[in-house]
């Protein structure tokens, strides 16, 4: 049962610590997706890769987050230095394209970062 | 950019039908999601709808009009475990390279109540 991962589950930081969070994408997908989501926000789009390349991170605060993919097995997301307002889940979604015109995501369970 | 509304809150009775109306405004649109989530767990998808009409799986079924920008999710025979949130996802052709980004509504909190 082919699923996506991410690490760590729970993250607790000070302000201005740096939080690191990595995601395995599903063997084979092509796109990565990082959102984070909170109460008042909903899911927002941080970054998309797709084929590693990251092709769209408007959505990222760039003075801080950073997003990669050294591997087709690994992507990260990078926040230094962490605030407050940080605080919130953090999903990575993985998905196949495969120019059949179908496309679904699929989420990995997420991390709960909280800043002090 | 897209506007995706949806109710913020929903309650039905255990065994009857509810459902979740999502209206959106976009410029290219391709193609309309519905994902459940959990308090505490991920999103997990339900259904997808590109073509105008009723996609039926199971107890759920979802319905698109393109035209009026509406969509909307079905559930019937409604079950405790169904209490969770449900998002309305859109993907729009204009959205960026490749345009395989979501963007989701807010999300519905449906609570089933006995």
């Known amino acids: 049962d082919a699923r996506v991962t991410q690490t760590p589950r729970h993250k607790v930081t000070e302000m201005g610590q740096e939080v690191t969070m990595r995601c395995q994408p599903i063997?084979?997908?092509?796109?990565v997706f990082w959102y984070r989501q909170t109460m008042m926000q909903g899911l927002e789009l941080l970054a998309y890769?797709?084929?590693?390349?990251?092709?769209?991170d408007s959505g990222m605060p760039k003075d801080r987050f950073s997003a990669e993919m050294p591997d087709a097995t690994l992507a990260t997301l990078k926040i230094q230095p962490s605030e407050p307002r940080d605080s919130a889940v953090y999903f990575c979604?993985?998905?196949?394209?495969?120019?059949?015109?179908?496309?679904?995501?699929?989420f990995g369970p997420g991390t709960r970062l909280t800043v002090t | 950019g897209q506007n995706i509304d949806q109710p913020t809150e929903m309650t039905a009775t255990e065994g009857a039908i509810v459902q979740i109306n999502c209206t959106y405004q976009t410029s290219g649109f391709n193609g309309l999601f519905w994902y459940q989530q959990h308090a505490g767990e991920a999103p997990t998808f339900l259904s997808y709808?590109?073509?105008?009409g009723l996609e039926e799986k199971g107890r759920f079924s979802s319905f698109l009009s393109r035209s009026k920008g509406y969509s909307y999710l079905l559930l019937k025979e409604l079950q405790m475990k169904d209490s969770a949130s449900y998002l309305c996802a859109v993907r729009d052709l204009n959205s960026g390279a490749g345009s395989y980004q979501l963007t989701f509504g807010k999300g519905t909190k449906l609570s089933v109540i006995p």
């Open positions: 890769f797709r084929n590693r390349a990251p092709l769209d």
């Open positions: 979604a993985s998905g196949l394209v495969s120019g059949q015109g179908y496309y679904e995501q699929y």
């Open positions: 709808n590109v073509l105008d």
């Open positions: 063997l084979g997908h092509n796109t």
